[in-house]
Each structure stands twice: as structure tokens, then as C-alpha cells.
């Protein structure tokens, strides 16, 4: 079955860090950028950063620059979001999506909260 | 990095069409043909219903199209059915540095 399966979602403190992590199935997950898209609650969607196949090139939305990284690991068929410094506003589901956002996870949920 | 305006509501009785517009700049939905569309439940995850304007993904009825006009994309609906009912949100990608850019979402009634 093809699929994209999110982890690491948690509540954390303003301030505090967190690793998400998207597992892929069923292709080829080294020909596909990959990215990342958030929903805060009752908000609309929103992209956050993406990566290019072999990892070499990545970018990210202005208010998650310098805070955020995004990884992969192809041989884990993986694909990874580093959250630093997380604030109140990043509070949000967290989707992997592959390419341009042709396949999605089922999300995984991040609450900065005190 | 501005999200895409799109309409917070639109609704239709069954078997009428119903249109979604996406308003963006000549930085995205005017520069490139690479806008797609989404559809969400509450609670799911979205699905891919509408790429480069206007190809639709293998399994998608072909009730759904799409079309741009200048810095305006829309999604046409056609023979609504109850299960339309849903957020739809438009995507387009706005250039090297910015990459992708979301429209706030859509809400379809289904009268």
C-alpha cells in the first residue's frame, strides 16, 4: 500500500523542541521531494519546508526560518522536521506530503502550550 | 509569503455546479501553471483532486475541473452531490525562494 505515516507529535512547552518523523511505503521515496504542511486549529493549510530528492536543497516558510529543519534519510525511506524555539502559533496538525502534495499522512499533532 | 484568497463559503443544491475562485499575484497563480486543489473532511487529511490547473488525478470524478484566468484560478464543481460537502483549498507555487502558497480554504454546502 502506498502511504506516508507521521510520528512525534506531543505537547511541549514555548520554547521547547520537537522531531517529527514520516515514514513512506509503496514507491520509490528517493525520486520524490517531500515537504511538510501544518493546519493550525480550525485554520487553513499552510506549507512549511520542503526537500529535494537527495537532501540537497531545502526551503522553508519565513516564520519557521532559522527555527525549523527539515531531513531525509532515503535509505530509512524517511523524512524528518527538527522544531526549535517552538512558539504558542506553531501549534498546528503537522502533514508529510510527497512531491507537489499529491499524496498526504494522516497528520500528527503538535501543541505548544504552557 | 500571502496565502491565496479564496471565497470562506460557497453552497449549492444537488445536480447544480458550484465555482471556487482562488485569487493570487503575478508572483504565483499569473506566473506558473502549477495550481492544484485539495479536498478535506473534518478531521482527515486533504486529498489531491486538481493539478497543474487543470489535469485531475486518476479516481476523481470528472465533476471536478479547473481553470485560471490571469492571477485567478478557480474549481468548478458540476452535478453537486452530497458527499461534495467539504473544505477545498487551492495551492500554487510562487518561484524558487517562497515555493508554495495555500488558500485559506473554502467551505462547500451541499444544500
Known amino acids: 500500500e502506498v502511504q506516508l505515516v507521521e510520528s512525534g507529535g506531543d505537547v511541549v512547552q514555548p520554547g521547547g523542541s520537537l522531531r517529527l518523523s514520516c515514514a513512506g511505503s509503496?514507491?520509490?521515496?528517493?525520486?520524490?521531494?517531500m515537504s511538510w504542511v501544518r493546519q493550525a486549529p480550525g485554520k487553513g493549510l499552510e506549507w512549511v519546508a520542503n526537500i529535494k530528492e537527495d537532501g540537497t536543497d531545502k526551503y522553508y516558510v519565513d516564520s519557521v526560518k532559522g527555527r525549523f529543519t527539515i531531513s531525509r534519510d532515503n535509505a530509512k525511506n524517511s523524512v524528518y522536521l527538527q522544531m526549535n524555539s517552538l512558539r504558542v502559533e506553531d501549534t498546528a496538525v503537522y502533514y508529510c506530503?510527497?512531491?507537489?502534495?499529491?499524496?498526504w499522512g494522516q497528520g500528527t499533532m503538535v501543541t505548544v502550550s504552557s | 509569503q500571502s496565502a491565496l484568497t479564496q471565497p470562506r463559503s460557497v453552497s449549492g443544491s444537488p445536480g447544480q455546479s458550484v465555482t471556487i475562485s482562488c485569487t493570487g499575484t503575478s508572483s504565483d497563480v499569473g506566473a506558473y501553471n502549477y495550481v492544484s486543489w485539495y479536498q478535506q473532511y473534518p478531521g482527515k487529511a486533504p486529498k489531491f483532486m486538481i493539478y497543474d490547473v487543470n489535469k485531475r488525478p486518476s479516481g476523481v470524478p470528472d465533476r471536478f475541473s479547473g481553470s485560471k484566468s490571469g492571477n485567478t484560478a478557480s474549481l468548478t464543481i458540476s452535478g453537486l452531490q452530497a458527499e461534495d460537502e467539504a473544505d477545498y483549498y487551492c495551492?500554487?507555487?510562487?518561484?524558487?525562494?517562497?515555493?508554495?502558497?495555500f488558500g485559506g480554504g473554502t467551505a462547500l454546502t451541499v444544500l
Open positions: 495551492c500554487s507555487y510562487a518561484g524558487r525562494y517562497t515555493h508554495w502558497v
Open positions: 506530503a510527497r512531491n507537489t502534495f499529491d499524496m
Open positions: 509503496g514507491f520509490t521515496f528517493a525520486r520524490y521531494w
